[in-house]
């Protein structure tokens, strides 16, 4: 899993490739998914990135630097929102 730490009041928005480290701890070695990740270290899996967006939202949190839906990163995902 990434070893990206977490500030109070932040999360993490992530994309678990098949049979990588995270998509075999959350329990879906064979798909791709993405996931979000909160302070708390529990992790949330949702099958596109709308879902995950939208759940992060919810949690009244802001984004990490490397979280996808951070600023600097919006030029990473692609229209569809899978990663470019």
Same mark, same amino acid.
């Given at each position: 899993?990434?070893?990206?730490?977490?500030?109070?009041?932040?999360? /993490? @928005? #992530?994309? *678990?490739?098949?049979?990588? %480290? @995270?998509?075999? *701890? %959350? #329990?879906?070695? =064979? +798909?791709?998914?993405?996931? &979000?990740? +909160? &302070?708390? +270290? !529990? @992790?949330?899996? /949702?099958?596109?990135?709308?879902?995950?967006?939208?759940?992060?939202?919810?949690? #009244?949190?802001?984004? !990490?630097?490397?979280?996808?839906?951070?600023?600097? =990163?919006?030029? /990473?995902? !692609?229209? !569809? #929102? %899978?990663?470019?």
């Amino acid at each position: 899993m990434s070893d990206h730490q977490l500030r109070d009041g932040q999360h /993490f @928005i #992530g994309y *678990a490739y098949p049979s990588s %480290v @995270i998509a075999d *701890a %959350v #329990g879906h070695p =064979n +798909g791709c998914h993405y996931y &979000t990740r +909160g &302070t708390k +270290g !529990s @992790i949330t899996v /949702f099958a596109t990135y709308e879902a995950t967006l939208q759940h992060a939202l919810t949690q #009244g949190t802001e984004p !990490s630097r490397w979280s996808k839906d951070h600023p600097l =990163n919006a030029k /990473f995902l !692609s229209r !569809s #929102g %899978v990663p470019a």
